[in-house]
């Protein structure tokens, strides 16, 4: 267990509706990272916030945001949703910002558009 | 252009046999590189991470290698588990630490 919670472990969706995942970081983590798994891709960096405020954006779709709280959990939303989002969704946090430092991953919240 | 590329892409070996997992980075300036295992639909837990001045780490039966010259590393797994298959995945961050590159990972099978 790497401390990183995400709800909801699965979520099935039709195309066109929005949805948010959830991410509660580490005990003590500020920074915290999306990313995206599709069967096809591998892992994609989508954002990174620290502290509260958005620090790097990788791949990430307009129709995606995403936003961290003053209790440092985390949330993306996803939007006007397509078959190609499909995927699973990871969150991770580290304990501060810089390459240096591990991440740990969360157990992913696997998203299914029909 | 940033790449992270690893190979084989799959890899299938007896239990109790070695293998090594290849990661060649044209990710600059160069940070560090780092290893994961995931494992069918969980989360990738972290093996080792790489700095510039190091050359091998270990990390129970993983050993991770780096040339920083060839921009290449190497996971050798010695006496391989069943537990060992999964995904391995290669991550070079970019040297501001804010954006990763993934390699596409290695998919082991350890059969016994």
């Known amino acids: 267990d790497s401390g990183v919670t995400q709800t909801p472990k699965h979520l099935i969706t039709a195309t066109g509706q929005r949805v948010t995942l959830r991410c509660s970081p580490r005990?003590?983590?500020?920074?915290v990272y999306w990313y995206q798994q599709s069967l096809d891709q591998g892992l994609q960096f989508l954002i990174q916030?620290?502290?509260?405020?958005?620090?790097a954006k990788g791949n990430i779709l307009e129709r995606f945001s995403a936003q961290q709280f003053p209790d440092l959990h985390s949330e993306l939303n996803l939007s006007s949703l397509e078959l190609g989002d499909s995927a699973l969704y990871f969150c991770?946090?580290?304990?501060?910002?810089?390459?240096?430092?591990?991440?740990?991953f969360g157990p992913g919240t696997r998203l299914t558009v029909l | 252009k940033n790449q992270v590329e690893q190979s084989p892409q799959s890899l299938i070996i007896l239990e109790g046999k070695n293998c090594t997992l290849q990661?060649?980075?044209?990710?600059?300036?160069?940070?560090?590189l780092r290893w994961y295992k995931q494992d069918t639909g969980r989360g990738p837990v972290s093996l080792t991470i790489?700095?510039?001045?190091?050359n091998t780490k270990s990390n129970g039966r993983y050993t991770a290698t780096l040339d920083a010259d060839t921009k290449q590393s190497s996971l050798h797994i010695t006496a391989s588990q069943l537990s060992d298959s999964a995904s391995y995945i290669c991550?070079?961050?970019?040297?501001?630490?804010?954006?990763?590159?993934f390699g596409t990972g290695t998919s082991l099978t350890v059969i016994p």
């Open positions: 991770a946090s580290s304990v501060v910002l810089g390459g240096n430092n591990e991440q740990f």
């Open positions: 005990s003590g983590d500020l920074s």
């Open positions: 916030y620290y502290n509260g405020e958005e620090r």
């Open positions: 990661c060649n980075y044209t990710v600059s300036p160069f940070s560090n």
């Open positions: 790489m700095t510039f001045s190091e």
């Open positions: 991550v070079v961050p970019a040297n501001t630490g804010n954006q990763f590159y």
